[in-house]
């Protein structure tokens, strides 16, 4: 399954990272635990209000040249914005529901996010590493309020959706293994997308460093 995940975001992120080069020279026998990392970001989604977003990362390592694979997983929880409670309020009366937005509010969006990126990734003459990442996931929403707990309401927002996402980023690594870095990255999925900022650090295991990252 991991590797088939990584095949997927190695063809997003390939064209980019490699475009002289051919897939002869991408191997996934590589892949292993490399070093991980925890951030804290900002998101701002179309449907819900602006909220905090916690990030947990692992460094699979590289498959081939520039590409690294980074699996992800995410967490944030936000309320629901005002229009879309109305909206929610006005496709609820259309099914015959006598109901309005303060009726409704106010409700939760919770959402689990485990996800792959392929990330292609340049060392600088500074020591800094520019990256490009995309990839793809699976969400989970799980949708929650007083007035719509354990209802046909709170059904149709629980909701299992894949994702497809796309970032970039700069990334810092030094000798010891430290690692710091910044994002900003774009996610869209059927129920909800939203940009987002990302600020974290973390570390890569000594001997796993390649010569090329640490400057």
């Known amino acids: 399954m991991i590797r088939w995940l990584a095949f997927s975001a190695l063809l ?11 897939l002869e020279d991408y191997d996934y026998e590589e892949l292993s635990f490399r070093g991980a990392s ?6 701002v989604p179309d449907k819900v209000e602006p909220t905090r977003v916690y990030t947990v990362r692992v460094d699979l390592g590289y498959v081939g040249p520039y590409v690294r694979v980074m699996p992800a ?11 879309e409670l109305t909206r929610l309020a006005t496709r609820l009366g259309e099914l015959g ?3 309005s937005a303060e009726d409704l509010g106010p409700i939760d969006w919770r959402s689990y996010a485990l996800a792959l990126d392929g990330q292609a990734a340049w060392v600088t003459p500074i020591g800094a590493i520019p990256y490009f990442g995309a990839g ?3 969400n989970v929403l799980d949708g929650r309020g007083p007035a719509v707990e354990e209802t046909f309401i709170e059904d149709l927002l629980d909701t299992v959706t894949a994702s497809v996402s796309t970032g970039v980023g700069l990334d810092w690594i030094f000798p010891a293994g430290f690692r710091f870095y910044g994002e900003a990255r774009y ?3 059927s129920d909800v997308r939203y940009w987002s ?3 974290g650090g973390g570390f890569v295991l000594p001997w796993r460093l390649s010569a090329e990252e640490v400057r």
């Open 12 to 22: 997003l992120v390939a064209p980019v990272a490699a475009a002289a080069q051919s």
């Open 38 to 43: 925890l951030d804290i970001g900002y998101a």
């Open 73 to 83: 997983f995410s967490y944030w929880s936000s309320g629901f914005r005002d229009r």
């Open 97 to 99: 529901a006598d109901v």
């Open 136 to 138: 793809v996931g699976l």
């Open 187 to 189: 996610t869209l999925m």
């Open 197 to 199: 900022v990302h600020a």
